[in-house]
């Protein structure tokens, strides 16, 4: 049975003048506009850099300053064959607008594979393994090969976000990691989208803010936080994609083998 294995036991160190250049920029940019960050970060990264998209507002507003400062920047999303229709269509009017390709970063496993395999519902399960499936392995290919990638954060999303910088090193997967929006609100994002009239998902309006796989996001009401709908039920507030350290390579039981583990 193959042993797949997800991250190394131990990340490489990075080279002390990349930590310096990492270090020099984040201190420059920190109270930078989105746009100066993004400007900066296509000339310093050239065709090495691509931004990643969950076509969440902040998403749109990072499309709409991206497309402006370079004509064709290079996007994916990881299209787990879970996401609403909603967000489809969403994608579908976005490359219509700005005359771009979306492109869809999928996983080894389809989803009958992959009920075959690690049993049926594992977002019910073990939502760790089903986001490390269809998310994080799909990542950690896509990004091998650049050296820096764009994602649309903010600070105040979630406790693992609060520390986030402007540019920083991402320890996870071992590049630049550029978050034009750090400091920004939610209510500065919306602000963006209806100032300028940008497409957004109607599922917003429709009491859901944060919006991932349909199987793992609900509508959040009253005062409850904008990601409270996500892995409602479950510890899990993070799909494990913007994390400070390399995630733990874990054992887990294949579905109907008694006794045998893959680690993934
Ligand atoms: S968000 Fe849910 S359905 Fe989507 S990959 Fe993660 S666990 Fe699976």
Redesign the pocket.
Known sequence: MTQPTFFPETAPDIADHRVESIAAASARLQFAEPEEILEWAFDEFGDRISIATGFGAEGIALIDMAVKINANPDIFFLD?E?LFPETYELRDRLEQRYSIRIRAVTGEYSAEAQARQFGDR??ESD?DL??RL??LEPMKAELNGLDAWVTAIRRDQSDARAAAQSVEWDSKWQLTKINPLVRWSRDEVWSYIRARELPYNPLHDRGYPSI??T??TSSVSGPEHERAGR?RGHKKTE?GLHGSAPAPVISVPRAGASGSEDRV
Do not use: V
Request: net charge positive; with cysteine; aromatic share 20%.
């Open positions: 787990t879970f594992l977002w939502p089903c986001c269809r998310k991932g796989c199987h793992c892995w799909c």
